[in-house]
């Protein structure tokens, strides 16, 4: 059978793939102390080890009793649109209007109904080096082309005003970024998000940011929303991190008001609406309990940073930009490995540490950085930076 040649430009997930090695490896004997191995430490993971905040779990109960569970509108149930509009005035001091908020299945539905709404063959869209593998997925699936712009630490690993304007051509149409970032938990400095912002409303190109991880920001200087710039910002979120129910498979979008039919129409034929179950549920942690829970485990999260950075330092993986949120570290291992993904490989056999290469995320720095992930159980952090500290002779 003859597939469609757009699969020509989508690589295999390879996060996903190092996890199947890990998990393989965590399934035999040198994982099982039965049989005198060691059990795997997981910090690859990309998801925090919470789960949804407490009243979710029984709201969702709820539904399937009182069977509230039709399709809703494909933007979403209006109420949930406006405990997100009310999130963003209590949060941000931002009057977003219930009606630009499309309620989605995750960020990734988010990322891919934007981007067919304004994408197509022959389109360029700008993306940092390095950035979260599916963003240029979703920019492929469109037929555009995705086109990496190079970054380094003294930018935060987020793309500088300058290197976005060397970078535009005359097909460019957007930008796309994340800040927070995946793999390396940094954000755009404000007034270079400010400036790009600028040249790309200027220029008739989209603006869109990945904001997935906003909510886990660690300081307040990189804690507000590209929203804040004007209605013309694309804003991609999602229930997954903050809220913590990744398989929940909830996120939304906020769009310029003209580009909210069009996303509607999308919607409405290629997934008719996001789970209407997850929907309800999601309304119990916007009250006052849920909304404490969140923040009690952003603050868990912070002091998880702190563990990590601190156990990184002493044994010699540098970090060169501590990230501001998240809960990913990327780290420079170059002075340990000749690659990167060997290195992961090595680590996963020898110390039982699932780590992530950085292949998926940087053409440009894939043989030398590693993601460590803090999504987990601190006693779980602190015994693998030992582990690791151990086989690196630290
Ligand atoms: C930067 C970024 N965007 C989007 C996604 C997709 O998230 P969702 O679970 O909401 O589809 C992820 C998932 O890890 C991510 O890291």
């Given at each position: ?50 789960g949804a905040?407490t009243g979710v779990g029984a709201a969702a109960q ?219 549920a999601?309304?119990a ?110």
């Open positions: 059978m003859k597939l469609a040649s757009r699969l020509d430009h989508i690589e295999p997930f390879y996060v996903m793939e190092v996890s199947k090695a890990a998990a393989a490896l965590a399934a035999g004997p040198a994982c099982d102390p039965a049989q005198g191995g060691r059990r795997m430490l997981w910090l690859n993971i990309g998801e925090p080890d919470f905040p709820r539904c399937i009793a009182e069977r509230r569970t039709p399709y809703s509108d494909a933007t979403g149930l209006p109420e949930l649109r406006e405990a997100l509009s009310a999130w963003y005035a209590q949060r941000h001091g931002l009057q977003i209007g219930p009606e630009r908020i499309v309620i989605t299945a995750g960020a990734s539905a988010a990322l891919h109904l934007a981007c067919l709404a304004l994408f197509e063959p022959g389109d360029e869209v700008l993306l940092p080096d390095p950035s979260y593998p599916c963003n240029r997925h979703f920019v492929a699936a469109s037929g555009a082309s995705a086109r990496f712009v190079a970054t380094d630490a003294t930018s935060r690993y987020q793309p500088t005003p300058e290197a976005i304007e060397q970078a535009w051509t005359a097909a460019t149409r957007g930008v796309l970024l994340a800040s927070p970032s995946n793999p390396t938990g940094t954000s755009i400095e404000p007034e270079a998000l400010r400036r790009i912002s600028t040249l790309a409303h200027e220029r008739g190109a989209a603006l869109l940011v990945d904001e997935i991880y906003l909510a886990l920001s660690y300081e307040e200087r990189y804690a507000q929303t590209a929203l804040a710039l004007g209605e013309q910002v694309i804003s991609i979120n999602s229930f997954s991190k903050y809220f913590g129910m990744t398989g929940w498979r909830l996120g939304w979008l906020v769009l310029p008001p003209d580009l909210v039919r069009p996303v509607e129409k999308l919607a409405q034929n290629l997934y008719i609406c996001a789970s209407t179950l997850a929907q309800r999601a309304l942690a916007f009250t006052p309990e849920g909304l404490a829970e969140c923040e009690h485990r952003r603050d868990e999260l912070r002091r998880r940073r702190a563990l990590m950075l601190e156990g990184l330092q002493r044994i010699g993986l540098p970090v060169p930009v501590a990230p501001d949120g998240a809960f990913y570290v990327w780290a420079d291992v170059r002075a340990h490995a000749a690659d990167a993904w060997d290195f992961c490989f090595d680590v996963m056999r020898r110390a039982q540490v699932a780590l992530t290469p950085g292949r998926d995320f940087s053409p440009q720095m894939a043989r030398h950085f590693v993601r460590l992930s803090f999504a987990t159980a601190r006693a779980d952090i602190e015994e693998a930076l030992d582990r690791l500290g151990r086989l690196l002779g630290r």
